[in-house]
């Protein structure tokens, strides 16, 4: 099995190390190699709307390190893939935005040329590890649980840039979550905001239209809501209110697979009441 440069962005160190900890036990388990480039920084998301120079910069020098060892990138957040998929897509393009940015990359004595590949979590599991590895490793496979899948907003759009699954009618995550044996519920506003981006702005609104998603895919007849961008697992464990809603995709496979639930970061907090009867 290849080997990626794992990034993990700002948030998910900070405050979802479960998602690093169910990642790399499934990872390890899957037999995916995993390698450490601790001179990575941020993504540049929080600069898009600011400085396009700044966040291209920031993705590219990302992007020219991976190169610079050879390695397609493994993107576990969201925001950080659509960041660094745009930073590329539009550095691609050439032209002197490509010129501006490799001649300030030389400064650290890097380039960017485009040679890597910049890959979601999901889609690595999904078309480079495949259903039939994922499905060897299943040893308790779940029998009566019904997940509701939420695949955020980053990874979808726009298409064009993300490749990632298709926009209107996405299948990729659903077919991760029935490899584990759960059934994957349609629930209406699967494909809707998580309302994260207006934290701070607009809180209630934010709150409002997390808490009708979750009112949706519990009346979907879901027991949990299944997410893999950290962004949006936060936003659905604020808004649940401690009612055990949001869990993590590595956390759900990694279940399946008997990993122990410490090494997946599932404690005895309330979220984790009804899985905990299916680990290890």
């Not at 920031?58 to 190169?67: D, H, K, P, T």
């Not at 979601?120 to 509701?148: C, N, R, W």
């Not at 979808?156 to 029935?178: G, I």
């Not at 990993?259 to 680990?279: A, C, P, V, W």
Request: charged share 25%; aromatic share 8%; proline share 4%.
């Amino acid at each position: 099995m290849k080997k990626y440069a794992l990034f993990l962005g700002c948030n998910i160190p900070a405050r979802v190390r479960q998602y690093v900890d169910s990642t790399l036990a499934v990872l390890e388990r899957l037999g995916v190699g995993i390698v450490d480039i601790p001179m990575f920084n941020c993504c540049g998301y929080p600069m898009r709307n600011f400085d396009q120079t700044a966040f291209l910069l920031s993705s590219a020098r990302n992007l020219a390190l991976a190169e610079k060892k050879g390695l397609d990138m493994l993107v576990m957040c969201n925001c950080c893939y659509g960041s660094l998929k745009k930073a590329e897509y539009v550095i691609k393009e050439g032209g002197r935005q490509r010129e501006k940015i490799n001649r300030l990359l030389a400064q650290d004595d890097l380039e960017f040329q485009g040679r890597i590949q910049v890959k979601h979590l999901l889609s690595v599991l999904y078309v480079d590890v495949g259903a039939e590895m994922i499905q060897t490793k299943i040893s308790q496979p779940f029998g009566d649980l019904k997940i509701g899948v939420h695949y955020g907003c980053h990874a979808l759009r726009p298409s064009k840039v993300t490749q990632f699954d298709d926009p209107v009618a996405p299948s990729l995550f659903d077919e991760l979550v029935e490899l584990t044996g759960a059934e994957s519920v349609d629930w209406p506003t699967r494909l809707e905001c998580c309302g994260a981006p207006l934290t701070g702005v607009n809180d209630r609104l934010a709150m409002s239209l997390a808490r009708k998603k979750l009112s949706d895919v519990r009346q979907a007849g879901a027991e949990y809501l299944c997410t893999a961008c950290p962004f949006c697992y936060m936003q659905f464990d604020a808004a649940g209110e401690n009612k055990g809603s949001p869990i993590l995709y590595p956390q759900l496979l990694g279940l399946s697979m008997g990993i122990e639930k410490e090494r997946l970061g599932i404690d005895g907090s309330t979220n984790f009441k009804f899985l905990q009867k299916y680990s290890a």
